[in-house]
């Protein structure tokens, strides 16, 4: 999925971010999908930026892609995870974790924002964390 490819060499090009980890698999060389381009990448961006910027510079972020009956992507990192409380309130809007090591600007909206994004593409996602062990989004399109 170039667009997903796309939204991480633009994360990777910025100076602050250039340093992090970000592994990318897709074994499709094509996967058909109708899908508004401007959109869906402010979802994967935001869900990407929330990973990188909410956890150390070591933290190893895997970004997979499959198509089987679906499009199935996963975004995970080893990084700090979340309390089920912090993931509970993930999505709603104005809701910023309050454990973040560094001072985040921000609007509180990313997050809830991007959820709307996939499911307006007749999508889903989930997000599963473990303190101390870090996150994994799964989305289903």
């Known amino acids: 999925m170039r667009l997903l490819k796309e ?19 897709c074994i ?7 899908f508004d381009n401007t959109l869906l990448r402010r979802a994967f961006t935001n869900l990407l930026y929330n990973s990188v910027i909410h956890n150390a510079p070591d933290t190893i972020i895997k970004v997979s892609v499959r198509q089987e009956d679906k ?3 996963t975004i995970e990192d080893n990084g700090k995870g979340m309390s089920e409380e912090e993931v509970k309130k993930l999505f709603e809007r104005y809701y910023r974790g309050t454990k973040s090591s ?8 990313g997050m809830a924002i991007a959820k709307q994004i996939i499911e307006a593409h007749g ?10 062990f870090g996150t994994c989004i799964q989305i289903e399109l």
């Open 7 to 25: 939204v991480i060499i633009n994360i990777l090009n910025h100076p602050k971010y250039e340093e992090r980890n970000i592994i990318f698999n």
């Open 28 to 34: 499709e060389d094509r996967i058909n999908f109708n």
């Open 71 to 73: 499009i199935y992507i």
């Open 123 to 132: 999508g889903k996602i989930n997000v599963k964390s473990k303190q101390n």
């Open 102 to 109: 560094v001072s985040v600007k921000g609007s509180g909206l």
